[in-house]
């Protein structure tokens, strides 16, 4: 009886923790979540002395990576996972601002691709080496042994989301037939799950099937 209700005090008392963020994995999770928009928000410091954001930063990454032959408004949006009528409206604004290019592809004429203006190399430049000072200021006081087993440990929370997001580990429903039997969907669910990056665009109702513009 003692232990029955010791187990119940115990239960409950976890039970409480996790109610109020005390419980020690609720509270690893709560700091890393901190830790995060405190991150984004030292990070995107670094935009705001160019006039830019995390969005156009990526684009010049992306377009540059491109380079020479550069790339298409169609291949960037798939590159981005955007929709391409999206990206038009950016890359517009982007041209305004002097940082692209939108030529005639010298492999196919019928064809305009996107490539960084002088002034977008620069300042794609400049602004990753800001980044990597911001990112060394901010790690400075880790040393290489600390560093090592932070990046570790954040893999391995990386592969168990990976594998807790996988379609075998999603929750079995139960389901009846007519004839009153009870039938598991989880491997059905799977399966579809699976096959769904196996279909073409229009299929999977993506919004980057859209037609692309002329």
Known sequence: MDAARNTSAD??????GVRTGDHPSAEIISAMLKASRQLQSYLDGTFCDFGLNETRFTVLKCVDQTAPEGCSQVELAAQLDHAESGISTLIDRMRESG???RL?????????VL?????GREVL??????RIQRITALLERFDQPQKRQFADLLHLL??????QESPANAPA???????????FKQVEAAQEVASFGDRSPAERGSPNS????A
């Open 11 to 16: 239960l409950d008392s976890v039970s409480a």
């Open 99 to 101: 940082l692209i290019y």
């Open 210 to 213: 859209q037609t692309p513009a």
């Open 158 to 163: 990386s592969n168990e989301l990976t594998r």
């Open 115 to 119: 490539l960084l203006t002088p002034l």
């Open 173 to 183: 429903t139960i389901q009846h037939d007519e004839f009153g039997n009870e039938h």
């Open 125 to 130: 430049v400049e602004l990753e080496q800001k």
């Open 104 to 112: 005639r592809s010298k492999l196919d004429r019928r064809k305009r």
